[in-house]
């Protein structure tokens, strides 16, 4: 017998605006009734007729309220008449697996159920985002469409009697008022490891990792444990105690699911005992990222993603593709301006956002790009890819038998060093960080702000150029405007100010500070010394502390 596809009456909420990486709110603003129905009904109706007869693909991080979701989705996208939904064991699938799925499927399209990096559990963060059929996140275009119909949606479809099984792997078929639906519940794991296959040489890190490098992967609670179990000890030969955290929790252990020094602190503290050479850890959704050396060296991700570009050909991807461009965010530092340079590689400078890679690589214009806030990765998917940067360095390591800080030194010494630090303050009032951001916008707008100095103890700098950083896009002359308020000095350091899409609350305000320095002898240096006059400058002319109340940051980087 059929199964009855319905038309729900609804009502549209306010709020329901993507960020840069979709719809990310508290797990209580998702659970109101209809308030998931009628976001994923925007999705499915932006696509525009494109999701009838289509294959979907639909998996998400494991955090609470993923599976609920899980369900409901594969309902609605059988009455808005998706063919097919291809969908991870349990609702599981990292990020960059649903990524490489939906260009392996030519899929027309993935529903990706994470918030990164934010916390989970019933009193965390919930999110939803949409990814088009190249594997990247929805550009600007599909993401205000899908806002625009959330502000006027008066009706959501779906099955409500479809009870998917998404615990056994395998093909589960339905009438769904007289049309085949499928749902095909695959491994979550199988095809990304077959990606990561051809991108690498498993043989030369398996070889590697024998000859006696010590290794400790942290998957945080999220997603990447069983790739990480899967990959690493499986495919590589890595003793079991070398993943650590690996079984994925709906509030990830009622940690902060966000590779970086504050939130994985546990890692660095054990990468300081000095046993093991190599650290990493990954987010929630398993795109970002830290790589830590022996002893707790840290690999700034600035500095990370331009070692894998000067490195490139010890990649078996790269050789056979060669590097077609670089890329990374406004707010990364110029470490990888240097390579490009030095290199002769085209260079490009985008807005924060995965998804404005995406054209660039689509154009094959870029091959290797990345990010301040730990994402890494390549053309080989269209999202960032954290398990990829990690293998890209095992096999930096094993091709060049250095260890980390060997090669970020010879890095430096070849290209020169950016000293760059980022300070968060999370969950500011909203009000008065949209305050200063604005005195920010008019002071650097005033044209007699070029050439004003600032001093702080023996040191001086002079604006050189101050901007609200706009971007036009080289491929669809697409425009994005007010990416992040800049100041540039003379000497090429930069104080940058930008309030982040990604959290679910209040505003995060980030302060980066990037210096470069030729000068070797310096080389050593702790970043925040170096940095220290620069911050208070940055700190004084926007009058952050003085108007948000934080007198410290959150996090520091």
């Known amino acids: 017998m059929p199964l009855r596809c319905i038309a729900v009456q609804t009502k549209p909420f306010e709020g329901q605006k993507p960020g840069t990486s979709g719809l990310r709110k508290p797990v209580t603003a998702f659970k109101q009734p209809q308030y998931t129905e009628n976001f994923v009904q925007a999705i499915l109706s932006a696509m525009e007729g494109a999701q009838e007869g289509s294959t979907l693909v639909v998996g998400g991080d494991g955090r609470f309220y993923m599976k609920e979701a899980s369900q409901m989705i594969v309902q609605m996208a059988a009455a808005n008449k998706v063919k097919k939904v291809i969908i991870g064991q349990n609702g599981l699938f990292s990020t960059p697996a649903v990524s490489c799925i939906i260009r392996k499927r030519q899929a027309a399209g993935g529903i990706i159920l994470t918030a990164s990096h934010n916390p989970g559990g019933p009193n965390g963060d919930f999110g939803i985002k949409f990814n088009t059929s190249n594997g990247g996140s929805a550009p600007e275009g599909i993401t205000n469409k899908i806002f625009q119909l959330t502000t006027k949606l008066n009706e959501y479809y779906t099955c409500p009697d479809l009870k998917a099984d998404l615990k056994t792997i395998g093909t589960q078929e339905f009438d769904v008022d007289g049309r085949n639906f499928t749902v095909e519940v695959v491994d979550p794991v199988e095809d990304y490891l077959q990606m990561m296959k051809e991108i690498f040489d498993f043989d030369s890190i398996k070889q590697f990792l024998g000859d006696g490098l010590r290794i400790v992967i942290n998957a945080m609670h999220g997603v990447m444990g069983p790739y990480a179990k899967r990959i690493f000890c499986q495919e590589l030969g890595a003793p079991e105690d070398s993943t650590i955290n690996c079984v994925p929790k709906e509030d990830f252990g009622g940690h902060h ?267 050593q240096l702790d970043a925040q010394v170096v940095l220290k006059p620069l911050v208070e400058i940055a700190l004084q002319l926007s009058q952050l502390r003085e108007l948000t109340g934080r007198q410290e940051p959150t996090v520091i980087t």
């Not at 490009?340 to 260079?347: I, Q, S």
């Open 257 to 523: 699911p966000d590779p970086n020094l504050t939130y994985a602190s546990d890692l660095v503290d054990l990468l300081k005992q000095g046993i093991h050479g190599f650290g990493a850890a990954f987010d929630g959704d398993g795109d970002r990222n830290m790589i830590l050396g022996k002893n707790g060296f840290f690999v700034n991700p600035s500095d990370s993603v331009a070692v894998i570009g000067a490195n490139a050909k010890c990649i078996p991807y790269f050789q056979r593709t060669g590097v077609k461009g670089l890329a990374r965010s406004m707010p990364t530092s110029g470490a990888l301006d240097r390579v490009a340079t030095l290199e002769g590689m085209e260079l490009f400078e985008v807005p924060t956002g995965w998804k404005f890679f995406g054209n660039l690589m689509d154009a094959d214009r870029l091959s290797l790009c990345g990010e301040e806030s730990f994402g890494t990765g390549s053309d080989h998917i269209r999202e960032k890819d954290g398990l990829w940067a990690v293998l890209a360095w095992l096999s930096i390591l094993a091709a060049r038998k250095l260890s980390i800080e060997e090669i970020l030194n010879e890095h430096w010494k070849k290209y020169g060093r950016n000293f760059f630090t980022r300070y968060d303050y999370e969950n500011v009032d909203a009000a008065p960080a949209n305050q200063m951001m604005a005195n920010l916008r008019e002071m650097v707008a005033d044209a007699g702000y070029i050439g004003k100095e600032y001093t702080h103890g023996d040191k001086c700098y002079k604006v050189a150029k101050a901007d609200d950083f706009c971007y036009t896009d080289p491929i669809d002359g697409s425009v994005s405007q007010k990416q992040g308020l800049r100041i540039i000095f003379e000497d090429g350091s930069r104080a940058i100010f930008r309030l982040s899409g990604t959290g679910s609350v209040g505003a995060t305000v980030r302060l980066y500070i990037d210096s470069f320095e030729s000068d070797t002898a310096k080389h």
